[in-house]
C-alpha cells in the first residue's frame, strides 16, 4: 500500500508539472478571471444606465413642470438640474 501511495502520488506530481497540466489550468484561471470582469463591467453597465435613466427622469420631470408654468426655482430645487439644463429639457 506504501508503495501504490508513493508512486500515485510521484505520478500524480509528474502530472501536475507537464506541460498539458499547467497549460489547461492555466487557462482555467484565465477564463475565472475573464468571467470575474464580465461580471464588473456588466454591474457598471447597469450603475450607468440607472443613472443615465435616473437623469432622464429628471428631465422629464423639468419639462412638465416648465410646460405646466412652474418657477424656475421650483423646478431647479425640485430636480437639482442646473437652471440651463432645466431649459435643455423642452427639447
Known amino acids: 500500500m506504501y508503495n501504490n501511495t508513493t508512486a500515485n502520488a510521484n505520478n500524480l506530481y509528474k502530472i501536475e508539472k507537464s506541460s498539458y497540466f499547467t497549460e489547461r489550468l492555466n487557462e482555467a484561471q484565465l477564463e475565472e478571471e475573464r468571467k470575474e470582469y464580465r461580471l464588473i463591467g456588466m454591474r457598471e453597465?447597469?450603475?450607468?444606465?440607472?443613472?443615465?435613466?435616473?437623469?432622464?427622469?429628471?428631465?422629464?420631470?423639468?419639462?412638465?413642470?416648465?410646460?405646466?408654468?412652474?418657477?424656475?426655482?421650483?423646478?431647479?430645487?425640485?430636480?437639482?438640474?442646473?437652471?440651463?439644463?432645466?431649459?435643455?429639457?423642452?427639447?
Open 45 to 91: 453597465g447597469i450603475r450607468e444606465g440607472m443613472r443615465e435613466g435616473e437623469r432622464k427622469a429628471l428631465f422629464c420631470v423639468a419639462q412638465k413642470l416648465l410646460a405646466s408654468g412652474a418657477s424656475m426655482e421650483l423646478i431647479t430645487g425640485l430636480t437639482g438640474l442646473t437652471e440651463d439644463e432645466a431649459l435643455q429639457s423642452r427639447g
